[in-house]
């Protein structure tokens, strides 16, 4: 995921941003 290692806090597209969440919630699980 593209926003994975700032994990959203750069100003990014949404898509970015939920990219890395999406990828956040599978890393947790």
């Known amino acids: 995921a593209p926003g ?3 994990r959203g ?4 597209p949404p898509e970015a941003h939920i ?3 999406t990828d ?3 890393t947790s699980d």
């Open 24 to 26: 956040n919630l599978k």
């Open 19 to 21: 990219d890395a969440t």
């Open 9 to 12: 806090n750069d100003p990014k």
């Open 4 to 6: 994975k290692k700032t």
